[in-house]
């Protein structure tokens, strides 16, 4: 009978260890699986860490060659290239597109640019640049939209000879601020009047109550007036033959009138002497 209660006892004991026992083996793989997770972790952050610092090494994937493409006569590709390789730099992952887009477009003669990278090295620029249709108050280029640019004061290097014998036979157009396209389209459908008789504007000028003014290339100043600029200009084109028979030198034609014009001669205009022509399209 005493065996028999000891024999119950023990049984009693080991039953009430088993839960404790359990409870270690339940413990057992939380404990290992979290420190491996925690290292798992940490070694994909190093190596995104390790990655991203590879990638933006420029020694490691540096742009090796950029590529120029477009029309250019006043823009030189490598003071171009020496921009971006100054000002954007960086590993081809790096390099900041949109930056380099802002930098070409930020040039007084490029009118537009479009920058892409090629895998795995290159980077490929092409440049819009301006035109230059006339000079615009002594300090700045007007385009064919009438828009400025600061095109006089930065020429880039290439042939500058070239450069500047371009711009000196550009047109000289004086205006107000913000008269800009009015005086370009002037100047437009006036030398497109003069054409014909082989006349060029040397200068045109808007004044500030938008009287127009043009010297000519052959040094004749003609007086338009706000009014009716391009049947006036008319009127001295049909004169012109008459007056380029005298042998004076023409100053001036005045072609604010009505009918009619005032030519001031160029030989003896100190004197005060001026010769008026009235209705002189009836009489050429």
Avoid: C
């Amino acid at each position: 009978m005493l065996a028999k209660t000891e024999a119950a006892n023990k049984q009693t004991q080991v039953e009430l260890r088993r839960p404790e026992v359990e409870g270690v083996h339940q413990r057992t793989p939380f404990a290992v699986g979290f420190p491996v997770f925690v290292l798992v972790v940490l070694s994909i952050i190093y190596a995104s860490i390790f990655a991203y610092q590879w990638l933006q090494d420029e020694q490691r994937l540096p742009v090796q060659e950029i590529v120029f493409s477009g029309q250019m006569e006043m823009l030189s590709t490598s003071d171009l290239q020496d921009i971006v390789r100054q000002r954007a730099k960086g590993s081809f992952f790096a390099l900041d597109v949109d930056h380099v887009h802002r930098l070409m477009e930020a040039q007084p003669w490029v009118f537009t640019a479009s920058v892409r990278k090629r895998w795995p090295s290159k980077l490929y620029i092409h440049i819009v640049e301006q035109k230059a249709v006339a000079k615009w108050n002594d300090d700045l280029l007007l385009n064919r939209y009438g828009d400025t640019f600061d095109g006089l004061k930065i020429i880039q290097t290439g042939d500058k000879i070239s450069q500047q014998l371009a711009l000196e036979k550009l047109p000289q157009l004086f205006g107000p601020g913000g008269s800009e396209k009015t005086a370009l389209t002037g100047y437009t459908h006036m030398q497109r009047l003069l054409n014909a008789s082989g006349q060029r504007i040397a200068q045109l000028s808007l004044s500030e109550r938008f009287a127009w003014q043009a010297k000519l290339s052959n040094e004749i100043m003609l007086k338009l007036g706000r009014q009716e600029y391009i049947n006036r200009l008319q009127r001295y084109i049909d004169v012109y033959p008459l007056l380029a028979e005298d042998q004076k030198s023409v100053s001036y034609v005045d072609l604010r009138y009505d009918t009619g014009l005032a030519v001031g001669w160029g030989d003896i205009i100190d004197n005060g002497n001026k010769q008026t022509v009235d209705n002189v399209k009836n009489n050429s």
